[in-house]
């Protein structure tokens, strides 16, 4: 296979940023008053840490989650690593999330499959592009975050996921999630944050395993898929990171 890395452009990165609605833009607003953004300057971002938010010992598979840090404009950076299906490759990227959607910045894919390797020398030698991308952004780098699972003892909000089902065409005989719609309570009020679609007739359940609070009144939920694995048990769950302000 070849090992090419494939960068995905800048541009992508710009519609990214124009697809934000009115939500997002006072969402942004709320996070330029923080102290936190007011001295920023370009980093020379290490080696993210992994957080873990499924114990090592579920009878499962799924993705690892390392978060790299926020702008003010409202951008979650964090590298993910998906599940290993025993295929004996590496696979990675490097994601900027935000409520609505999520944009790949970097990626090692079937495509560009790797062997023996991890994601420190992934990240060491490819530092100077991971640098350019986080620090075009104005990504700044979060440290010692901590998971916490929902509901929390004292919630000061709290998430759910609506999900629709439908019957499996596969022969399987089971029910599978055609859509999946994150929703967030906060006070008397609820928004919806994202809506999830599925056509693979695999995916067999949504989870909100929790959050983590990323500064002041920005937190991002942290979600699953799960699907049926291609040679059966384990089942394999897929990551996807919902930020959102409070």
């Given at each position: ?12 990165v710009l519609i990214?940023?124009?697809s934000c609605g ?208 291609y040679e059966g ?14």
């Amino acid at each position: 296979m070849s090992k090419h890395l494939r960068i995905v452009t800048a541009l992508a990165v710009l519609i990214f940023s124009a697809s934000c609605g009115s939500e997002t833009a006072s969402e942004t607003d709320s996070l330029n008053r923080g102290s936190f953004f007011s001295d920023y300057k370009p980093a020379d971002f290490g080696i993210p840490k992994q957080l873990s938010y499924l114990s090592e010992s579920e009878v499962v598979l799924f993705d690892k989650f390392y978060p790299v840090g926020i702008s003010a404009s409202g951008n979650f950076a964090y590298v993910c690593e998906p599940a290993d299906e025993a295929t004996g490759y590496y696979f990675m990227q490097l994601q900027f999330a935000q409520t609505n959607e999520e944009i790949t910045v970097f990626k090692i894919d079937e495509t560009d499959a790797l062997e023996n390797t991890e994601l420190s020398e992934i990240w060491l030698k490819n530092k100077s592009i991971f640098n350019e991308n986080l620090n075009k952004e104005k990504i700044v780098p979060l440290t010692n975050l901590k998971f916490e699972k929902l509901p929390a003892r004292n919630p000061n909000f709290d998430a759910r996921a609506d999900i629709s089902y439908a019957s499996s065409k596969s022969g399987l005989g089971i029910q599978v999630v055609q859509k999946a719609t994150i929703m967030l309570a906060h006070k008397e009020s609820e928004k919806q944050l994202r809506v999830l679609k599925f056509n693979d007739e695999m995916t067999v359940n949504v989870k909100i395993h929790g959050y983590i609070k990323l500064q002041d009144n920005f937190y991002a939920l942290i979600v699953t898929d799960e699907r049926i694995g291609y040679e059966g048990p384990p089942n394999v769950h897929t990551l996807h990171v919902v930020p959102f302000t409070l």
